[in-house]
């Protein structure tokens, strides 16, 4: 709670540093002024020891006791006479005496006991110096930043800085490089400091840039930190390149500096740059009038300035200020003058840059001359603090640059407030003090939960102050605040602040960036530990405030006591029991006491105590002085610590309660095995253990924390279960009853704690049965024994005081039953459900049988609305769990699948009168179940045989059944057993529209799928009602074919053709294959309404009545949508005549897509056709009528014969004698439709049959072609076509054919002329299949002969070709 010393590093290898450094010297340094310090300090014995006696006590360090002989030893403090410096970052110290230096790096190790610690060791020593007579004078160590993006804020290397006395500035890397050396003034370097960018806490406060100042006795540079960076870099990128090479001569690029002359300061010892800074207009308009009198003017704006400070004497401490930049200084003329005359010393750019590449012998030349060193700019002192007799000796600048700590050889330290420029407070009895200062966020706590959480981190500053000659590192809080820490440390130790952070730096690079930098750090030569200050940031605070974040500490030190895992328990117990009771705030120790009981990791006795003790120590204090609320919240968790505790004593206990025979049970073995059957087939379809992780586990141990999280204590000293999750009730519910479930607990002993807690009976109730449905496998294992205890347990919870209400009347219903009745009814776990069902209604029958026995004395057995209520339940329990058993058969592999659907009462009667039938319509789907299969099933249940019997064949087979579940016989039994149930909601007509409908809900999901659509319509079939027919039809076009029939139209209307596969995904939503068959599957469905309208039309004369809907008595209460039967009784009929329109359509459109026709299928309609596409089917439209024009009707014919042309050549093959398939291009349908379409579009069928006969004939399909031949009536004309095609057959096999015979060309010479010339004028070509056997031409020879008329033109050249084959057949 207080300041600690916190060692983060040691130094490997410091002897060796010492002996390097002091190699030539025979005797190491000694202490030469102690005894003259001694002679001059006074007695200090008085006032240290009242110091001592302070509420402050200064800390031991043991790690001072112990002397490392590798550390340095002797106890010397040789440290003292060395230039030291630490990189921020902590990872590299170096360490200097006149020309010598060396570095130490960072370095892991492992300790003797495993762990990992970081050291500095030795990575580079040797000499600095190349001018003669020079020494080191002041060096600082400053990280550079990365430049990747990947960068986190890590330092990509560190430049070590050295001054020396002749003027010269080195710069080097981390092995001793020297990369930059530059000569900006030929006095001694004083110090070296330097300043990086830190983000503005604020947003009023100015930016400040990244700059190195350099002091000498009477002039100071500032060099850019911008310029300095890229030159290091560029400068390290070429000493790479240089050492690669083998040339070790580097040639430095410029530098941008600027160079001041501090005038009016007798000596300068030490410096710091605060930055630029913005005076308000108050203090501007002072300025002014003071440095220029009465008539000086003032501009708007005041200007910006660099502060810089200075200490030495004469004044003691000066304060200067430039003017940044060009702008006009607006105080006095001297500052204007100076600004005119501010030579910023900018080397060119060209003249540095363009000598890097020269060799090494034209170096050398310039190198030997000292450089010219530019004149400094003379900056007059504004003011300072005159005290002739005090001499400063350093200075210490703030990180928020608002203050600075000033060391003097009187043995003070001054506290600077720089803004206003006066000194606001002083130590005395500090010689030879070192400074550094620590600024500390505050801690994340209460604060972001409050509405000024978006503020700014508060943070507090601290100053640092070492003694060396008492050997105390003391802490004060500013700026007036007390001393907040003290420490002994020893003589010899080195305050390391650096005052900086990584270079390089800026406002977008650092966001998201840990810095990882040590601000101040004490190093103690003797052990060679480096460590750091911690302070917490409520020592800042006042002391009410104070106390209050001390709580704040203390609670974040309990939750990180609580977070370590290898702690013993017993030290757990006391660590936190003192943590709490330390705790002053009764809200604050209220949170440390609900953080304590909420960690999983404490166990029971641990919390008991612990809260115990608490308990305890509120009670002994004065009554005014405790918190009720605390004590209220202690008393309430020890109660409900010793219920858990209780409980679980219970649980654990071997001694069991043994069972009393009860009569209220009588009976349940026989619904017991009335029900096993389908227990059993439920338990088998259960789903299967899936993978789950072991806390998760019902049967893993409920948590004490985990226990109270759920519950809580009223006033009236009852106990509350607070219901959240779902699992977590369960949990509770599994630690309150799972071993009485089991019998391994006395359940009696369990309820009588329970009850004696407070607990309600209700919340007992709701978590019992919580657990019954919950652990449904478990309980199905050995359901008579479970369900015995869960009678026994009922009972007990229904004998407590509040759970059935003693005015209850057994007319009327019980609050109590009702709760375990809704709890049925909502349960998903249809079998334990049901169990329930079946041990509450014996309770509650026993129950109401024992009051009306007490109230009447009667043999008679009292009836009441309570137990008729339970009949219903149990009834309907029974059908869901018959229901939820098919549902529950796993689809066939392969099959589309999809979740189980959970069923429940509530769900089936929420679901409305077509809940049960839209349920088992999802499962057909799941299981893919055909139209013909679903049917064949359904028809067994008329067989009145298979209705008595159907029981005792499920009991009969049920084994050999069990042994394949894949077997379909069981699932169709299934299905039978649930029709049986629902005789009403299930009938075939129902259950066909809902699975007719279920599937083009699928296929309008998938329009890719359309056997969907194609099953839709056979289910539709199925249906034997017109009435729920013609309904069905109408919705499923509205709903979903009119407006993909209306997209396709529009398509093949736009392209004029069958369209491609990208454009009917585009338009249509699926491929051009699913496009066919979702055409296909509309002239069916049109033709179903077509022949659905004609009966109901006709309806008249054979009475067609619609359907009663029914359903069964104890599901009467099903509210909610209607079922698809009864919407389709809703629907309006339709006109006859635009739903032939439609069909029309749909048939050209399939024949056009199935044949790839080139058509524009609104143009073989006229206006009136175009007009009445697409409409409401039930209203009547203006339809076509009388005789077409004949263009149209010849663009319909000519379609036509497209279509009768494409069917021909699909069927090519003539040697095939299989039948035709049902679908698709080969159907043999196709002519009769394309006749059927003929007649409805005025074209005359005998020319399409005509064609078709020729179609037949030229692909070689003389049989089919000779049953067409039949119907025609024109035989003339089909006479002469058939002359033509035979002609052109004879053709080929005289003149065109490759293997021509003498006896064909002898055939041919003796032909008639006319015929010659005749078959020669013939083209084969036209013929598709010209190579056609001999006898077959023959025989169509024999059939033109018979259908010409004597008198035909063409008679005698039919007789010459009869003449000319008949040769040709008896030679070959």
């Known amino acids: 709670m207080s300041c600690s010393l916190f060692e983060f590093c040691r130094l490997q290898e410091f002897k060796t540093v010492r002996h390097f450094l002091f190699r030539n010297e025979k005797s190491e340094p000694v202490e030469e002024k102690s005894q003259t310090d001694n002679e001059l300090s006074w007695d200090t014995s008085d006032w240290e020891s009242a110091w001592e006696g302070g509420d402050n006590k200064e800390e031991e360090s043991t790690s001072d006791k112990k002397v490392a002989d590798d550390a340095g030893g002797q106890g010397e403090p040789w440290l003292q006479d060395c230039v030291v410096s630490l990189s921020p970052c902590a990872d590299l110290l170096v360490v200097a005496r006149e020309q010598k230096a060396a570095f130490l790096s960072a370095k892991w190790r492992t300790d003797d006991s495993g762990r990992e610690e970081m050291t500095l060791g030795v990575s580079w020593t040797g000499t600095l110096s190349t001018e003669e007579g020079e020494c080191v004078s002041s060096t600082i160590c400053i990280p550079l ?13 560190t430049c070590v800085v050295v001054g020396f006395t002749s003027g010269y500035v080195r710069f080097y890397t981390e092995s001793g490089v020297l990369l930059l050396a530059q000569l900006l003034h030929e006095d001694p370097v004083l110090r070296l400091k330097c300043r990086t960018y830190e983000i503005p806490r604020h947003p009023g406060v100015t930016e400040q840039h990244e700059e190195l100042s350099i002091l000498y006795s009477a002039a100071m540079v500032t060099i850019d930190g911008f310029s300095l960076f890229q030159s290091l870099r560029a400068c390290r990128n070429q000493a790479a390149r240089a050492a690669a090479a083998g040339n070790d001569v580097i040639q430095p690029p410029p530098l941008a500096y600027k160079k001041w002359g501090l005038q009016e300061m007798d000596t300068i010892v030490d410096h710091s740059s605060v930055g630029i800074m913005t005076l308000c207009v108050f203090d501007q308009m002072k300025n002014a009038s003071i440095l220029g009198g009465f008539n000086a003017s003032v501009k708007g704006s005041p200007p910006a300035m660099s502060q810089y400070v200075t200490v030495g004497s004469g004044p003691y401490t000066g304060f200067y200020y430039a003017i940044e930049g060009s702008s006009q200084p607006l105080l006095s003329h001297v500052a204007m003058a100076v600004a005119s005359k501010l030579t910023s010393a900018l080397f060119s750019a060209a003249s540095g840059w363009l000598g890097w590449n020269k060799n090494k012998n034209e170096e050398e030349a310039p190198q030997k001359q000292k450089p010219k060193v530019e004149p400094a700019t003379p900056l007059s002192i504004r003011f300072g603090l005159p005290d002739s007799r005090r001499h400063g000796e350093s200075i210490c600048l703030s990180p928020c640059n608002m203050l600075a700590g000033v060391t003097d050889d009187f043995g003070r330290v001054t506290l600077l407030d720089l803004a206003r420029g006066i000194a606001i407070r002083m130590w005395k009895g500090y010689r030879d003090a070192q400074l550094g200062w620590l600024q500390v966020p ?3 706590s209460e604060r972001d939960l409050s509405p000024s959480a978006s503020l700014p981190r508060r943070h507090a500053l601290f100053l640092v102050i070492y003694a060396p000659r008492r050997g105390i590192l003391e802490v004060w809080a500013m700026q007036q605040g007390p001393r907040v820490g003290a420490f002994t440390v020893g003589k010899h130790c080195r305050l390391l602040y650096a005052g900086y952070r990584l270079m390089g730096v800026n406002s977008v690079t650092s966001q998201g960036w840990q810095l990882h930098t040590q601000q101040v750090c004490l190093l103690d030569p003797i052990t060679g530990v480096l460590r750091t200050v911690n302070i917490p940031f409520h020592l800042a605070l006042s002391d009410k405030k104070s106390e209050r974040a001390k709580d704040m500490h203390l609670v974040k030190k309990l939750t990180t006591l609580l977070r370590s895992r290898d702690i013993e328990l017993d030290i757990l117990e006391s660590e936190a029991r003192s943590i709490v009771l330390d705790i002053k705030h009764p809200a604050v120790k209220k949170q440390a006491l609900e953080s304590l009981l909420s960690n999983k990791n404490t166990p029971v006795s641990c919390l008991v105590n612990i809260t115990r003790a608490l308990d305890d120590t509120l009670k002994r204090q004065e009554p005014g002085e405790v918190d009720a609320e605390l004590l209220q919240l202690c008393s309430s968790q020890l109660k409900l610590l010793q219920l858990y505790t209780d409980i679980q004593q219970l649980h654990s206990a071997a001694d069991v309660e043994e069972t009393a025979e009860n009569d209220s049970l009588e009976g349940i073995e026989e619904e017991l095995s009335r029900v096993a059957p389908t227990l059993q087939r439920y338990a088998q379809f259960t789903p299967r253990p899936s993978v789950s992780f072991a806390q998760d586990s019902p049967d893993s141990p409920l948590p004490a924390q985990a226990f109270l999280s759920q519950l809580e204590c009223t006033e009236d000293e009852e106990v509350k279960v607070i219901r959240r999750s779902e699992t977590e009730w369960n949990q509770l519910g599994n630690f309150l009853f799972w071993s009485c479930l089991c019998g391994k607990s006395p359940l009696h002993k369990v309820c009588y704690t329970l009850q004696q807690a407070g607990i309600s009976p209700q919340q007992l109730l709701s978590l019992l049965l919580s657990v019954w449905l919950h652990r449904e496998k478990e309980l199905l294992q050995k359901p008579e024994e479970n369900v015995r205890n869960l009678h026994r347990l009922l009972v007990a919870l229904s004998d407590m005081k509040g759970a059935v209400e003693e005015s209850w009347d057994t007319q009327s219903i019980s609050p109590w039953w009702q709760q375990v009745r809704t709890t049925c009814v909502q349960s998903h776990n249809a079998a334990a459900a049901l169990l329930a069902a079946l041990v509450a209604h014996r309770a509650a029958k026993a129950s109401i049988t024992s009051r009306a026995d007490s109230k009447f004395q009667s043999e008679w057995e009292a009836v009441s609305l309570e137990l008729e209520q339970w009949v219903v339940c149990v009834r309907q329990l029974e059908d869901v769990l018959v229901l939820q058993t098919l549902l529950l058969v796993p689809p066939p592999p392969g099959a589309t699948g999809g979740a189980t659907v959970q069923c429940s009462i509530k769900t089936l009667l929420e679901g409305g009168t077509g809940g049960i039938a839209d349920s088992v319509s999802k499962w057909v789907f799941r299981q893919d179940i055909s139209p013909e299969r679903l049917k064949e099933i359904l028809q067994k249940r008329g067989n009145k045989e298979a209705d008595d019997n159907v029981e005792q064949r499920d009991e009969e087979e049920r084994h050999e059944q069990e ?24 009938s075939p007509d129902f259950l066909f529209a809902h699975c007719c409908w279920e599937y083009v809900v699928q296929w309008n999901k998938d329009p890719e799928e359309g056997r969907y659509l194609c ?24 709903t979903f074919i009119a407006k993909r029939l209306s997209a396709a139209t529009f398509l093949m209307e736009k392209v004029g053709k069958a369209p491609k596969d990208r454009l009917c995904r585009r338009d249509v939503g699926m491929g051009d294959k699913a496009m066919t068959s979702f055409l296909g599957c509309c002239v069916q469905l049109l033709n179903i309404l077509m022949e659905v309208t004609g009966v109901l039309a006709d309806s008249a004369v054979e009475e067609v009545s619609a359907p009663e809907l029914s359903i069964e008595e104890a599901w009467s209460g099903a509210e909610g949508p209607a079922s698809i039967a009864e919407l389709a009784l809703e629907q309006r009929g339709v006109h006859y005549p635009l739903v032939q329109h439609h069909c029309l359509l749909a048939s050209l459109l ?19 056709g175009k007009n009445a596409f697409f409409r ?3 209203t009547i439209q203006l339809m076509p009528s009388g005789d077409m024009d004949p263009g149209l009707v010849s663009v319909r014919q000519e379609f036509l014969l497209r279509v009768l042309t494409g069917w021909a050549q699909a069927i090519d093959d003539p040697t095939s004698s299989a039948p035709l398939p049902s679908s698709g ?16 579009l005025q074209v005359n069928p005998d020319i399409l049959r005509r064609h078709l006969v020729c179609e037949l004939y030229s692909q070689g399909l003389d049989l089919r072609a000779e049953e067409v031949m039949l119907e025609v009536e024109d035989k003339d004309v089909l006479g002469s076509q058939l002359l033509v095609l035979t002609g052109q057959r004879l053709s080929y096999s005289l003149l065109h054919s490759q293997n021509q015979t003498q006896a064909a060309m002898e055939l041919l010479a003796r032909l008639p002329p006319t015929l010659c010339t005749w078959l020669k004028a013939m083209d084969p070509r036209e013929l598709r299949c010209p190579l056609i056997p001999l006898p077959q031409t023959s025989r169509l020879v024999g059939r033109l002969i018979e259908i010409l008329p004597e008198n035909h033109a063409q008679y005698s050249l039919a007789l010459h070709l009869l003449e000319a084959v008949e040769v040709l057949t008896t030679e070959d």
Request: neutral net charge; hydrophobic residues 35%; charged residues 25%.
């Open 1225 to 1240: 291009p080969k159907a043999e349908w196709w002519p009769s439709l394309c006749l059927e379409l003929g007649s409805l």
């Open 1176 to 1178: 409401d089917l039930t």
């Open 145 to 157: 930043a990365s430049q990747k993006r990947s960068s986190t804020g890590r330092p990509d290397w």
């Open 963 to 986: 042994k394949s579940q894949e077997d379909t016989d069981r699932t169709a039994e299934l299905l039978l057993a649930v029709c049986q149930r629902f005789p009403h909601s299930l």
């Open 442 to 444: 505050e801690e994340r």
């Open 1150 to 1168: 399939h024949a056009a897509m199935t044949f790839s026709v080139k058509v524009k299928p609104f143009s073989l309609f006229d206006s009136k």
């Open 1015 to 1038: 099953w839709s319509v056979e289910h539709l079939k199925m249906v034997s009602s017109p009435h729920i027919q013609q309904g069905v039809c109408t919705m499923m076009w509205s």
